[in-house]
């Protein structure tokens, strides 16, 4: 099975697109993940709508390079959520080929966040836009059993989740019920590894989420549980930010290192009778499925 693999913003942030397209191209990725609409005040904008010289760049460093798009972030489903604002971004996305959408829920109310994504949802699907809503620790919408109920509330067939290894270690959320949800609700993954120990406060939680992940298998999440729970074929994702790393190699080599590391733990979690020395468990044996507690 052939695996494909993203740079996420996160893992080279502050470039803008066509010089992420362009790490991503030589280090070796699919595809890559933009940042269209800001997460925090500071932080730069590539305002790709409205800018029309830095649009035509970042189309044309996708077509030399052969590097497509996996993701757009990010929409916000807040209380006052207004789909119509979110036009100009649809549309961006769907010119440069965008498969899919990061939106958040920061609503305390389930009901009215599932009819914000069902409306968001119903916008994104002429343009061949699904929605993968992902849950941050941190957030109104904090974990797995949340954002499943919100997604399952909306009941659109381009609604999905996003299941970012990081935040559901932090959220000790349960890979059982993870295995147990609809297949097709997952269209690909957010992947990292982190220390198993959690930071102890929200700004720890934060700074750590930003700023300083681990290349998969340095760390101790429990990613073989996680990724054993979704469906095999899926996308990854390289999400992970190493901001005192890449100052001392640069974001080339951050970002080469990042797909090299996560390469190797997926081939040897979906193929490990391929690995000398290593062979697959035995169906319903303990180490074949581990919960993440």
Known sequence: ???????????VFGLAPPEMITVAWHAGYDYVGLRLQPVVDAEPVFAL???RSLLRKTKKRLEDSGVRVLDVELIRLTPD???AAFDALLDISADLGARHIIAQAADVEISRAADHLGQL???????GLSIGLEFVT???????DRASRIVGA????NAGLLIDTLHFSRSRCSVAQLAELPREWFRYAQVCDAPRQSPESV??????????????????????????ALPPELPYSVEIPRTALARVIGAQECARL???????????????????GLQAPAAGSPSSRSSHH
């Open 258 to 276: 990042a797909l090299v590391t996560a390469r190797k733990f997926i081939r040897e979690l979906h193929h490990p009778a391929s690995i000398p």
């Open 203 to 228: 700004d720890g939680l934060i700074h750590a989420a930003r700023n300083d992940r681990l290349f998969l298998g340095e760390g101790g999440l429990d990613l073989s549980g996680i990724l054993g």
């Open 138 to 144: 941190w957030t109104e919408t904090p974990d797995l």
């Open 81 to 83: 959520f207004d789909v």
């Open 1 to 11: 099975m052939h695996h494909e693999f993203s740079l996420a913003y996160l893992s």
């Open 121 to 127: 949802c119903d916008a994104a699907r002429p343009r």
């Open 154 to 157: 909306a009941q659109r067939p």
């Open 49 to 51: 709508a409205s800018d």
